[in-house]
T-cell receptor, first 112, second 112 residues
Framework: DAGVIQSPRHEVTEMGQEVTLRCKPISGHDYLFWYRQTMMRGLELLIYFNNNVPIDDSGMPEDRFSAKMPNASFSTLKIQPSEPRDSAVYFC??????????FGPGTRLTVL | DQQVKQNSPSLSVQEGRISILNCDYTNSMFDYFLWYKKYPAEGPTFLISISSIKDKNEDGRFTVFLNKSAKHLSLHIVPSQPGDSAVYFCAASGTNTDKLIFGTGTRLQVFP
């Protein structure tokens, strides 16, 4: 069992550039969650999917953020254009049912 | 508006002693609570949970207590070990949502 896989692990980009974060959930899990971790706000839920369908995107901070889940084994979180305040660690998590979430190792994003 | 609060950002405890991490919540609809543990450069991992029908759940050195009237839960670690040094997140969910709402975390340091 490979667990939740996220790529890249680190991303450094310049303000205004497009950033795409990728996630492969655990096989058989029907929920996928995207979180952002910051010192001030802890772990914030950005969006989650159930059976590849976005259920709640109320945590997405702005229209610059978008997420897709084209199939059960892949999801992306895109930021366009990126800003320095988007710098954070982004986590993907998956679960079978909503309460026992397994987290990936995270992507540390730095926007200069 | 933080629905789940961890008011102590850090805690330092001597090895062998008890560590007590606290968490408060505001939403009376929450009925399931979890603790996650996070090491640097890794994703959070599930530690222990409790349903609102219980007031205590124990798993080895870890015990979670729930006080519904006070909307308060705590995690006790006895005895504390240096390997317990990590950030601990409290999370909550309700029957009417698939979301987990996380607190901001408490950094525990266990020193010899």
């Amino acid at each position: 069992d490979a667990g939740v896989i996220q790529s890249p692990r680190h991303e450094v980009t310049e303000m205004g550039q497009e950033v795409t974060l990728r996630c492969k959930p655990i096989s058989g899990h029907d929920y996928l969650f995207w979180y952002r971790q910051t010192m001030m706000r802890g772990l914030e839920l950005l969006i989650y999917f159930n059976n590849n369908v976005p259920i709640d995107d109320s945590g997405m901070p702005e229209d610059r953020f978008s997420a897709k889940m084209p199939n059960a084994s892949f999801s992306t979180l895109k930021i366009q254009p990126s800003e320095p305040r988007d710098s954070a660690v982004y986590f993907c998590a998956s679960s079978s049912g909503s309460r026992g979430q397994f987290f990936g190792p995270g992507t540390r994003l730095t926007v200069l | 508006d933080q629905q789940v609060k961890q008011n102590s950002p850090s805690l330092s405890v001597q090895e062998g002693r008890i560590s007590i991490l606290n968490c408060d919540y505001t939403n009376s609809m929450f009925d399931y609570f979890l603790w996650y543990k996070k090491y640097p450069a890794e994703g959070p991992t599930f530690l222990i949970s409790i349903s609102s029908i219980k007031d205590k759940n124990e798993d080895g050195r870890f015990t979670v207590f729930l006080n519904k009237s006070a909307k308060h839960l705590s995690l006790h670690i006895v005895p504390s070990q240096p390997g317990d040094s990590a950030v601990y997140f409290c999370a909550a969910s309700g029957t009417n949502t698939d979301k987990l709402i996380f607190g901001t975390g408490t950094r525990l340091q266990v020193f010899p």
